[in-house]
């Protein structure tokens, strides 16, 4: 059984950073020989792709967030993170680690709070 677990979550100022952080644990699961994802959920809202990085490396981004975040893996810690910058209180959402899409694996989600 895969578990992910993200981390990094909170609460910060518009125009702030946060770096999330998933791991996988509970099996042996390479993050590097699978398509990772972001997605995020704000309330009353459906929940929404924020970034993808496939086992070759391509990444993907929601128009929203080009520019301000950066997804990548780290091989050696079997983690996919996610970097936020210049935050916006749109941005507010419950964050949730993935893997191999809708179908796939899910985390337990972390909150992300931008104040305004």
């Known amino acids: 059984q895969v578990q992910l677990v993200e981390s990094g979550g909170g609460l910060v100022q518009t125009g702030g950073s946060l770096r999330l952080s998933c791991a996988a644990s509970g099996s042996i699961f390479s993050i590097r020989a699978n398509t990772m994802g972001w997605y995020r959920q704000a309330p009353g809202k459906q929940r929404e792709l924020v970034a993808t990085?496939?086992?070759?490396?391509?990444?993907n981004y929601a128009d929203s967030v080009k520019g301000r975040f950066t997804i990548s893996r780290d091989n050696a810690k079997n983690t996919v993170n996610l970097q936020m910058n210049s935050l916006k209180p749109e941005d507010t959402a419950v964050y949730y680690c993935?893997?191999?899409?809708?179908?796939?694996?899910w985390g337990q989600g972390t909150q992300v709070t931008v104040s305004s």
């Open positions: 990085i496939t086992r070759g490396g391509s990444t």
């Open positions: 993935n893997a191999n899409g809708w179908r796939g694996y």
